[in-house]
């Protein structure tokens, strides 16, 4: 089936239209993180440097690192992007560009984000490494696709609904694992954590500065919650879209981040550049 132009925008020079990355520029090795001047921490650990491309928030460079191709990738903020960056990637790795058609044979992807997040748990401190086993979406973003519950953990779901008294007005949350084979090799160094993604950093976190909240618990809710031994560690912004969509299209994904931010203890720490580097080195080593 060939893929219209109106639906997978390819531009003149080849690229995928936001992200102007070319098919023979992606690696199978992808990682991912928000701000587009973090790519830029990567360059010293890489060997070489194959190519660089910047459009708007999509900067992007692949190269060899530990003798790995590697694909470094800023998406900005929030699952929208992530709609964007993930759509892209996948085309890039599974249609050919030349006939706008499905490839005979898939490409799986291993996409790592890496960021920084704040804790919701007492016993997580600044400096801890959280890999997301469990993302939930609060965005709302899957559920504009077909067969969105063919990966989603429906019982999650219905008992944290019913523990937050969830309200009709907001966005049917969704629970999707991360990939088991990321999960293994960050399971010693990391903590377990079921991540909360939210469509924003101050309501939807909870943050109260002139607004008031729809739900003026949230957070207690949220750090109460407890399901089947798992509990929900942190915030971050991105990790539901893209286990989710990565579920979906055959791809082995998962989020690690640093906590800046313990919202339990009311801490938070704004000189967290070389956490985020030692999580850099740890990424590429591990990958």
Not at 61 to 87: A, E, F, P, Q, W
Not at 170 to 191: E, N
Not at 272 to 287: N, S
């Amino acid at each position: 089936m060939r893929i219209p132009e109106s639906e997978l925008i390819i531009n003149a020079d080849g690229s995928a239209f936001h992200i102007h990355i070319r098919p023979e520029q992606l690696a199978d090795k992808v990682i991912l993180v928000g701000d587009p001047g973090r790519v830029e921490m990567f360059v010293p650990f890489f060997e070489q440097i194959e190519c660089r491309n910047a459009s708007r928030e999509f900067v992007s460079i692949t190269g060899l690192c530990h003798g790995k191709r590697i694909t470094v990738l800023s998406t900005g903020i929030g699952t929208d992007n992530i709609d964007i960056v993930m759509t892209e990637l996948d085309a890039l790795a599974n249609v050919d560009f030349n006939t706008r058609e499905p490839k005979a044979e898939h490409r799986t992807l291993s996409i790592l984000r890496i960021g920084t997040c704040g804790a919701i748990q007492p016993d997580i401190p600044l400096g801890s490494y959280v890999f997301s086993h469990i993302s939930v979406g609060c965005d709302g973003l899957l559920n504009w696709y077909a067969d969105r519950d063919s990966i989603a953990l429906a019982d999650f779901e219905n008992a944290f609904k019913k523990h937050c008294g969830w309200k009709e007005q907001l966005p049917d949350p969704y629970f999707v694992r991360a990939s088991d084979k990321l999960i293994s090799k960050f399971a010693d160094c990391t903590v377990k954590g079921m991540t909360i993604s939210a469509p924003g950093f101050y309501g939807p976190q909870g943050r109260v500065v002139r607004l008031g909240l729809a739900m003026p618990d949230m957070i207690q809710k949220f750090e109460s919650f407890r399901y089947e031994g798992w509990r929900i560690t942190n915030f971050e912004m991105e990790g539901s879209a893209i286990a989710g969509l990565a579920a979906h299209l055959g791809h082995d994904a998962g989020t690690v981040c640093c906590a800046i931010a313990n919202r339990h203890l009311h801490d938070a720490n704004t000189n967290y550049h070389p956490q985020v580097e030692g999580l850099i080195k740890l990424v590429l080593e591990r990958i």
